[in-house]
């Protein structure tokens, strides 16, 4: 079945840029959607197809898809981004939804 | 508001059955997938299987596929997991998430349905 490699953690500085890739074979032909997740809440997807922001989600958040690798950006880092991203994809295996492992963004 | 209302916090013990829900408020729901998803204690989110509750077609995860069973009944506006013998390693969060068609991202989730299973 498809497989979605992400780092486990990340640290960044409040007001610095994360970036969060998520690895897969030839991921860039697939189309990638990335939740965030913090403690005892429910998942909020923060970008959708690649690149496409929900209503409510700020700008700050930006996703790239190419080749073997998708990446979400957050710009600007602040405290409220403190939380676990996961990428997502449909795949036309055995297991059509697939998850990354997750990454822990810790803001410093 | 569209939501996605599951029942509360469930403790059971080893081989009895469950039986969790989740209920629509605010939009069509046989027009939308119901998902659940997995979440055991430390661990990352897994998908389990789905329901679209407009003809009651289901899809399951290989991972998932003989252990739980996924429904619907649509006069209710209500999706449901359940289990006929659950484990100890059922223990986790479990959470229902909507989505239109296939490759769309999941719009809508539940808050969440906390299982703990311990004798």
């Known amino acids: 079945s498809y497989v979605l490699t992400q780092p486990p953690s990340l640290s960044v500085a409040p007001g610095k840029t994360a970036r969060i890739t998520c690895g897969g074979n030839?991921?860039?032909?697939?189309?990638v959607h990335w939740y965030q997740k913090k403690p005892g809440q429910a998942p909020v997807v923060v970008i959708y197809y690649d690149t496409q922001w929900p209503s409510g989600i700020p700008e700050r958040f930006s996703g790239s898809n190419s080749g073997n690798t998708a990446t979400l950006t957050i710009s600007r880092v602040e405290a409220g981004d403190e939380a676990d991203y996961y990428c997502q994809v449909w795949d036309s295996g055995r297991d059509p939804v697939v998850f990354g492992g997750g990454t822990k963004l810790t803001v410093l | 508001e569209v939501q996605l209302v599951q029942s509360g916090p469930e403790v059971k013990k080893p081989g009895e059955s469950l039986k969790i829900s989740c209920k629509d408020s605010?939009?069509?729901?046989?027009?939308?997938?119901i998902d659940w998803v997995r979440q055991m204690p430390g661990k990352g989110l897994e998908w389990m299987g789905s329901v679209y509750p407009g003809d009651s077609d289901t899809r399951y995860s290989p991972s998932f596929q003989g252990h739980v069973t996924i429904s619907a009944d649509r006069s209710i506006n209500t999706a449901y997991l359940q289990w006929s013998s659950l484990k100890a390693s059922d223990t986790a969060i479990y959470y229902c998430?909507?989505?239109?068609?296939?490759?769309?991202?999941?719009?809508?989730w539940g808050q969440g349905t906390m299982v703990t299973v311990s004798s």
């Open positions: 998430a909507r989505h239109e068609n296939s490759g769309d991202n999941f719009d809508i």
């Open positions: 030839n991921i860039g032909s697939k189309s």
């Open positions: 605010g939009y069509s729901f046989t027009n939308y997938w």
